[in-house]
């Protein structure tokens, strides 16, 4: 039996899931994105007018990812310093890996989880960065 988890201050999902699952004493995050509670505009991310990214800024979005996952974690009575595995996935390892790197260094300094970076293609909607978690709680 596992409880479904939302938070009220991360962004809505984008299809039909829930921001988090408990399971025992594990906490299973759906994929965490960049975007903001109640607004359609990304942060850090320019669109034309055909929804076609034209500029994106990979810092601004890592942080609001790490504060979103933040967001989960605190609502379903975790932490960040509970978390113990990251998959990370980026949609241009090349250029933007250093720069995800550098923050992640920064957030994770005192809590080292294991962690997977993956290139893909695509996310669902027009960000260059999403986060898969685990946590105990």
């Given at each position: 039996?596992?409880d ?10 984008v299809?039909?899931y ?15 994105g960049p975007?903001v509670r109640?607004c ?11 929804g076609?990214i ?14 979103n996952?933040?967001?989960?974690l605190?609502?379903?009575?975790s ?18 890996f250093a ?9 994770f ?7 997977t970076t993956c ?5 669902p ?10 946590a105990t709680i």
């Amino acid at each position: 039996m596992s409880d479904k988890i939302n938070s009220s201050k991360a962004p809505e999902p984008v299809g039909l899931y829930p921001h988090a699952r408990k399971v025992g004493n594990l906490l299973f995050l759906s994929g965490v994105g960049p975007r903001v509670r109640g607004c359609k505009d990304i942060p850090g991310v320019t669109l034309d007018t055909y929804g076609n990214i034209i500029d994106y800024n990979i810092a601004t979005q890592c942080r609001n990812v790490f504060d979103n996952v933040r967001y989960i974690l605190e609502e379903a009575g975790s932490s960040w310093d509970n978390i113990v595995d990251v998959t990370v996935f980026l949609t241009n390892m090349k250029a933007d890996f250093a720069t995800y790197n550098a923050l992640y260094a920064e957030y994770f300094k005192d809590n080292l989880p294991c962690r997977t970076t993956c290139e893909i293609n695509s996310l669902p909607t027009p960000i260059a960065i999403e986060l898969k978690v685990i946590a105990t709680i």
